[in-house]
């Protein structure tokens, strides 16, 4: 009942017959029974569960394009639990006994799902729930329960940095001591900026995706977050490669490209959708994520951006999360978001949505001029927009295709 599956039970002295009844109407897809009991589902059409059959249907997010039904198998599953397990370290008594988590994050969502609902409970480790997420009452549950772990996304984080004087002022926060960021990458000025409010607390970053079954890469302590941008080593029995999207080649250290993954927790394949399937997963098992990345010379995986979301310039290619991330450091933007813009001389060229701090009267020209400085002429910014918040998913990311769809149709949010 926790998986919020439905429930149907019957007496165990009812007869095969009586029970075949009940099956036909209710049409269960699993039973539990005892050894004793098994031989009246004879016959009941009840199949058996086997560890590469389906387990899970999530839908995928749909920030790139229509959201899809990813299937996931008991082996993807059972081996992400494993995964969490290690992750962090509740094959340790004292660590698991030792460390209170709250749930800050949907477990509709796959990051909610695999850490929470099976990860952590197939731990034995406490978790608090809340009934949804705000502010106020996930900061009311840390000081009661004494919560030491928040795993949470970047756009939490950020909302407790600028928000730290008040948050310590009105809450206990002394228990706490890690927070794992999982959904976007986190930039330098986030990290210490937090750091600089929270110093007891470590942060530490994750990568995955509704198609690996979740975590992919996760960085292990505070100076491996410190190599910025980087979502850590790849989880373990997890094999990756970096491709040339176009020419299929695998590319060496410190080359960009797309990221490929290959490991028990890759998907089974996209539900009712064969042509899908077939162009992401190879016929040798590699997951072809759709996200740019290299690594570094010691291993570490660094996300560029969704190839996808790429901006095509005059035949280069921009990232948004780059410029959004260059944004993010002028003092008066509290949020920004950058989308393609379509135009017939160029193609596509950067348009900023930004969010402005309180009290500032930062212009588009002031904006533009801030970005030009810093970036290629093929990066900067041509166009800007002003709005009160940057719609993002349960999951942190952004909603490209909402600001996209506003863009050229001068509507509003």
């Known amino acids: 009942m ?7 039970t019957t007496n165990p002295l009812n007869t095969t017959r009586e029970i075949s009844k009940q099956i036909a109407d209710s049409k269960p897809f699993l039973a539990f029974t005892t050894p004793e009991l098994a031989p009246k589902l004879a016959g009941s059409g009840v199949p058996v569960i086997l560890l590469g059959g389906e387990k899970a249907l999530l839908y995928s997010s749909g920030t790139t394009g229509e959201s899809k039904g990813v299937v996931s198998s008991h082996r993807n599953m059972i081996a992400m639990v494993q995964t969490i397990i290690g992750r962090y370290r509740l094959d340790d008594e004292d660590q698991r006994n030792g460390n209170t988590f709250i749930c ?15 990860g952590l409970l197939a731990a034995g480790a406490t978790i608090v729930v809340l009934p949804k997420f705000e502010m106020n009452d996930l900061l009311l549950a840390t000081s009661k329960y004494k919560v030491s772990y928040f795993p949470l996304v970047p756009p939490i ?13 009105n809450y206990d926060l002394s228990s706490l ?6 959904g976007a990458p986190l930039g330098k000025e986030v990290i210490e ?7 007891n607390v470590v942060i530490m970053q994750g990568y995955g995706l509704t198609e690996s079954t979740g975590i992919g890469a996760t960085t292990d302590c505070l100076e491996e977050s410190r190599r910025y941008g980087t979502a850590g080593l790849l989880s373990p029995s997890t094999e990756a490669k970096i491709v040339d999207p176009e020419s299929g080649k695998a590319l060496g250290v410190n080359q960009t490209g797309e990221l490929w993954l290959r490991s028990h927790t890759v998907m089974k394949g996209y539900f009712n959708n ?3 399937t077939v162009s992401t997963l190879t016929s040798d098992g590699w997951l072809k994520t759709g996200d740019v990345c290299y690594f570094d010379e010691d291993g570490f995986l660094f996300v560029v951006d969704r190839l996808k979301e790429l901006i095509k310039y005059k035949g280069y290619q921009v990232p948004p999360a780059e410029l959004e991330a260059l944004l993010l450091t002028h003092p008066e933007i509290a949020d920004a978001a950058v989308i393609p813009f379509p135009d017939k001389n ?4 950067p348009m900023a949505y930004v969010v402005r701090k309180a009290g500032s009267n930062l212009s588009e020209n002031e904006i533009m001029d801030f970005v030009a400085k810093q970036v290629a002429p093929y990066k900067r910014i041509r166009r800007v927009a002003f709005i009160d918040s940057v719609p993002k998913n349960a999951s942190g990311k952004i909603l490209r295709k909402d600001l996209i769809k506003m863009a050229t149709s001068g509507s509003k949010l």
């Open 177 to 182: 001591k890690h927070v794992l960021s999982g």
């Open 104 to 118: 800050t994050v949907p477990m509709f969502h796959i990051y909610g799902l695999v850490a929470f609902a099976t």
């Open 2 to 8: 926790s998986l919020g599956a439905l429930i149907t």
């Open 157 to 169: 984080l950020v909302a407790m940095a600028n928000h730290a004087d008040h948050i310590k002022k």
């Open 274 to 276: 064969h042509e899908a």
């Open 346 to 349: 160029v193609g596509q060229f």
């Open 193 to 199: 900026g937090f750091m600089e409010k929270f110093p």
